[in-house]
């Protein structure tokens, strides 16, 4: 059964502000994080939410997904435009195993000598 994702997004919202209760300087550290890239104004917020969903899926952080979905379709993205930045994804991820992957190989060298 999929994930309902607005019922997730309302539960997510809700322990993160019992966190913020305990933890006030943690959230509004994680806040300004957050909104510093957007100061810069290089980037629409569209672009950056698709940019958010790829590392999404790329971190495989459901919150994420949920927030950034919700925020990329208010900000205009369409449905081929979420795809087209998770095929982005799909392809840095793949590339990404095979790197690492190389990575093992080296290691595999280096402790067989």
């Known amino acids: 059964m999929m994930l309902d994702w607005n019922n997730y997004q309302a539960q997510l919202l809700d322990t993160i502000g ?3 209760a305990l ?3 943690t959230v509004r550290g994680y806040r300004a994080l ?3 890239g957007s100061k810069t104004g ?3 917020t569209k672009m950056r939410e698709l940019i958010a969903l790829a590392v999404a899926v790329s971190l495989r952080c459901d919150g994420c997904i949920t927030t950034h979905t919700d925020a990329a379709i208010k900000a205009g993205a369409s449905k081929e435009e ?3 930045a998770l095929g982005v994804a799909i392809g840095v991820n793949a590339g990404a195993a095979l790197v690492y992957s190389a990575r ?3 290691a595999y060298v280096a402790k067989t000598r």
């Open 18 to 20: 019992q966190i913020a």
């Open 34 to 36: 957050s909104d510093a």
């Open 82 to 84: 979420i795809a087209e």
């Open 42 to 44: 290089k980037l629409n």
């Open 23 to 25: 933890s006030p300087d």
């Open 104 to 106: 093992v190989m080296d």
